[in-house]
């Protein structure tokens, strides 16, 4: 149905022309506006007068502030005369006589005639309820409390380049053709808002209490990135008094993965969150003296199945991550850093000259408990300041003491010693003494300080950790935690071995930043105040902690899927420990998503029969909208050569139809490097090869392993399987889940004979 053809179109299209004019009028206004506080903090600047600025300062200040607000809206201005809203709701407060219509879009508009709201923001408390009331009685939360009212219409428009076109009235059964025409859409490669069709599941998570830690578990496709984005908006929306859009966080698993949701933030005006890996913020902590190893690198030996577990040392390795990751390591950390801290003040007295200023265990008092809240390298100063001031105070006593004992020893020679050439010769080399001393004293204690300061150590993370791995220390003090000595031997000589090519593994990035933050603490302050991680499943619960710790927080929103947690051996299982124990269990909330948005029932349906074959209650099936597509379509071929024929035609067909974006999924690198290959040497389709080290993409056919396909969505996916079997093992199933709900529309599995077997079934 046209918009034309809705009952209302014309009120509609009337009302939609005059809210762009008025649109348009802001923005003049704001453009003439500029203008003249541009001109007026020019004439401030004229005005300055050096010895008395403080009247043109302010003017400056006022008017900067002034033009900085006005591009705030001026963007969002310029983005809303092409579509100012996207829905109404006709509403009606309890004790109120009449329903009232509110348009709801992505800024707050006021007319300043009538002083009414022309526009309301979908991150408004007010706007909750479109997202969350049905037809009839409603209630949103208000600062004042819980409001109450009746909703008489919902309302939906589609409205392009400031062209009205669709209406849609959901109605009592709700079934939302807004979203299902939303969902059905093709994408290109970049994630978009869902300001629109935000479910009410979604709206929870997004809305949710700031002060508490929040996980979510969300199945494939559920929103959990889109979810993250948004209520990152919401937030600085809501605490703009408390919060600039600096101190929030997003922690996402790959530069590649960045730029994919890149467009996002900026749509929902949140552009000024910082955006990272945790890679790249650890290593703007410790700095880039060593070098990552490809994190990917241990997944890809165990998916490729050169790891043999039944080997010892090479089950060793993989037990390696897992206790670097977790908590009982952590645990030793912290024994070691005691021990450290324990030897850390010289063993010696602060002494001048001889006379003991300060002696070791009054320093080291001061350096265990005065400033035990300071990381170590952060007391020295203080210790310092101490020093200095007892040496102040007592530098005179002492020399007045040194005085004292000469003239009283001059005095017994004056008694003495007959009056005479000798007692002359005596007097002058003990007044020389005394001034050599006195002398020797002011001189050294000008110093002192500085000296003993010093003997402090002075060593960077790397070394200490260098320590750690080669301290008995570490083979003796597992504490707790019960783990065999021979991966503890083999655990340090790994990583001394790396440390010594200057290399680091992603697991012992949470180690340094948390040694860093204990020991020497970091060069600036980190002004983070609330931090969301995306696929938190790949996290460990030492990187969970390490943060929680560095950024003195609790604000967290972790999202994450279990079932496609294919980094298992080095991160979470469950979300149980972090609910429990690195959060305060009786604050941490914890959200589940169990419908998906991204893929047809066809392929979710498929993919959850991949998911059941593991068995483990945690995983939880994901449940499909009702959106309709084509079946999966799995072929076998004979030949290599025949499953890229049959690849090429199918992807030149998708183009064909409309499809913007088509993955071509390998299991391995290995794999997908041999498709791409192929694929370059015969020229019919041109593809990008995505290997895990690139900022961006915008070629829309990749070829891309499994494991890096997490997180990105294509309009078509085709699961290529030349070489490497798909088992029906735990983390094959996960990789092979992954890689099918990647698919929005349509997915084929093209393999060799008896490549994935029991998808046969
Ligand atoms: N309420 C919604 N309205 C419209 N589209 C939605 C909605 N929720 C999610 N989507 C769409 O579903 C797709 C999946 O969203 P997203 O990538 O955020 O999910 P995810 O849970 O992070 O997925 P995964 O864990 O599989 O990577 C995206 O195309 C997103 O736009």
């Not at 509609?12 to 506080?37: C, F, M, P, V, W």
């Not at 300055?48 to 607000?69: H, P, R, V």
């Not at 001393?437 to 050294?444: A, G, I, N």
């Not at 972790?558 to 604050?587: P, T």
Request: proline share 2%; hydrophobic share 35%; with cysteine.
């Amino acid at each position: 149905m046209s918009a034309k053809d809705h009952k209302d179109y014309n009120e509609e299209e009337n009302r939609l022309n005059e809210t762009i004019d008025y649109i348009k009028g802001a923005i003049t206004a704001a453009q003439l506006s500029k203008i003249e506080h541009q001109g007026e903090i020019k004439q401030a600047y004229i005005d300055l007068d050096y010895l008395d600025s403080s009247q043109s300062y302010a003017s400056i200040m006022l008017y900067s502030t002034m033009i900085d607000d006005l591009e705030k809206n001026f963007d969002k201005l310029l983005t809303a005369q092409k579509k100012p809203y996207f829905a109404r709701v006709d509403y009606k407060q309890e004790g109120e006589g009449k329903f009232q219509q509110f348009y709801i879009g992505k800024m707050t508009l006021y007319d300043a005639a009538t002083n009414n709201q022309r526009i309301i923001d979908w991150r408004s408390p007010f706007a909750s309820i479109y997202y969350d009331g049905r037809l009839g009685k409603v209630s949103y939360e208000a600062v004042a409390g819980t409001i109450k009212g009746v909703l008489s219409l919902k309302r939906q428009y589609t409205i392009e380049n400031a062209k009205l076109e669709n209406i849609m009235d959901v109605d009592i059964t709700a079934t939302d053709t807004f979203l299902q025409a939303s969902l059905g859409e093709n994408k290109d490669n970049r994630l978009k808002d869902i300001v629109a069709t935000i479910q009410s599941e979604q709206n929870a998570i997004i809305r949710a209490d700031i002060n508490t830690p929040l996980v979510v578990q969300g199945v494939a496709g559920s929103g959990k990135t889109t979810i993250a984005l948004h209520r990152i908006a919401y937030l600085i929306y809501t605490y703009e008094e408390t919060f600039f859009p600096e101190n929030f966080m997003i922690l996402a698993p790959n530069r590649l993965f960045l730029n994919y949701i890149s467009e996002v933030l900026p749509e929902l005006g949140a552009d000024k969150v910082i955006q990272t890996t945790f890679t790249d913020f650890i290593f703007s902590l410790i700095g880039n003296k060593y070098k990552l190893i490809n994190p990917d690198e241990k997944l890809i030996s165990i998916i490729n199945q050169d790891v043999d577990l039944d080997n010892n040392e090479q089950k060793y390795l993989i037990e390696t991550s897992a206790f670097k990751g977790s908590i009982g390591f952590k645990n030793i950390i912290d024994r070691y850093i005691q021990h450290v801290e324990e030897s850390f003040v010289p063993d010696e007295d602060f002494v001048l000259e001889g006379h003991i200023i300060l002696d070791r265990k009054e320093i080291n008092n001061i350096f265990l408990n005065n400033y035990n809240w300071l990381p170590l390298y952060k007391r020295i100063e203080q210790v310092k300041k101490h020093l200095a001031n007892k040496l102040k105070n007592d530098k005179s006593a002492i020399l007045e003491k040194i005085e004292n004992t000469y003239d009283n020893r001059i005095e017994s020679i004056r008694v003495s010693v007959p009056e005479g050439e000798e007692r002359r010769l005596k007097i002058v080399a003990l007044i020389n003494q005394r001034d050599e001393t006195l002398l020797k004293v002011k001189k050294s204690s000008g110093t002192l300080v500085k000296k003993y300061i010093s003997k402090f150590p002075q060593k960077d993370v790397f070394d200490y950790y260098r320590e750690f791995l080669s301290s008995d220390f570490i083979l003796q003090n597992h504490g707790d935690t019960q783990i065999e000595k021979g991966l503890m031997h083999y655990l340090c000589n790994y990583t001394k071995q790396l440390l010594d090519k200057k290399q680091l593994e992603v697991e012992d990035l949470s180690i340094l930043a948390y040694m860093k933050y204990r020991i020497l603490g970091f060069d600036k302050e980190i002004d983070i105040k609330y931090v969301v991680i995306d696929e938190a499943q790949d996290f460990s619960h030492f990187q969970f902690y390490v943060l929680k710790e560095i950024f003195k927080t609790q604000q967290f929103t972790i999202l994450g899927d279990l079932s496609q947690g294919i980094h298992s051996y080095r991160s979470i299982n469950n979300w149980d420990y972090v609910l429990h124990n690195i959060f305060d269990a009786n604050k941490s909330q914890y959200l589940k998503l169990e419908q998906s948005y991204r893929t047809t029932i066809e392929i979710m349906d498929l993919a959850n029969e991949v998911i059941k074959k593991i068995s483990n209650e945690e995983l939880i099936l994901a449940k499909p909208v009702v959106r309709h597509g084509e079946k999966p379509i799995i072929q076998q071929f004979d030949s290599k050569i025949e499953i890229i024929d049959s690849v090429e035609k199918k992807v030149q067909g998708l183009l064909g139809e409309g499809y913007q974006s088509v993955a071509l999924i390998g299991k391995t690198p290995r794999e997908c490097k041999e498709i791409f290959k192929e694929l370059e040497k015969r020229k019919k389709i041109k593809t990008k090869l995505l290997e895990g080290k690139e900022d961006q993409y915008d070629h829309n056919i990749v070829v891309v392993p499994s494991y890096l396909a997490k997180g990105l969505e294509f309009d078509a996916v085709i699961i290529i399987n030349i070489d490497d079997c798909y088992k029906e093992e735990e983390l094959d199933l996960k990789l092979l889940y992954v890689a099918m709900t990647r698919a929005l529309h349509k997915l084929y599995v093209f393999s060799g004979k008896d490549k994935i077997s029991f998808l046969q079934d």
